[in-house]
Nanobody, 127 residues
Framework: QVRLVDSGGGLVQAGGSLRLSCAAS????????MAWFRQPPGKEREFVSK????????NYADSVKGRFTISRDNAENMVYLQMNSLKPEDTANYYC????????????????????WGQGTQVTVSS
C-alpha cells in the first residue's frame, strides 16, 4: 500500500515557476515508479511525467519537455515536479501516482496503469 499526498499548487503568472511535491507513505516506495498527471478544466486526465523507482529514468509529455523536471528522494519518500516557464495551458489539477514496477516501463503512461493516486493540487497560470 502506498498513500500519496500532493502539495505545492497555486496561482502564478505566465513565465513563472512552481514546484509540486508528493509525499508517500509505505515501506515499498522505492519499488514504485512515480508519475505526475494533470486534468485541465473540462478535459480528461493526461500524462505529464514519469520517473523510475531508482530515479535514473524519466520521460515527459511533449507539451512539457524542457520546462518541467521530475525528481524523487527515496530516503524521504518524496517526488517532485519542478515547473518552469509556465503557460496558461498548464492550468490543471495535478496528481501524483504510483505503480509497482521492477523494470523501467516507459510506455506505462495511462491512468489505468497506476493504482495509487494523490488527492490533487490545483495549478492556475494567469496570462
Amino acid at each position: 500500500q502506498v498513500r500519496l499526498v500532493d502539495s505545492g499548487g497555486g496561482l502564478v503568472q505566465a513565465g513563472g515557476s512552481l514546484r509540486l511535491s508528493c509525499a508517500a507513505s509505505g515501506r515499498t516506495f522505492s519499488s514504485h515508479a512515480m508519475a505526475w498527471f494533470r486534468q485541465p478544466p473540462g478535459k480528461e486526465r493526461e500524462f505529464v511525467s514519469k520517473i523510475s523507482r531508482s530515479g535514473l529514468n524519466t520521460n515527459y509529455a511533449d507539451s512539457v519537455k524542457g520546462r518541467f523536471t521530475i525528481s524523487r528522494d527515496n530516503a524521504e519518500n518524496m517526488v517532485y515536479l519542478q515547473m518552469n516557464s509556465l503557460k496558461p495551458e498548464d492550468t490543471a489539477n495535478y496528481y501524483c501516482a504510483a505503480r509497482y514496477e521492477w523494470a523501467w516501463a516507459q510506455s506505462k503512461i495511462e491512468t489505468s496503469d497506476y493504482v495509487y493516486w494523490g488527492q490533487g493540487t490545483q495549478v492556475t497560470v494567469s496570462s
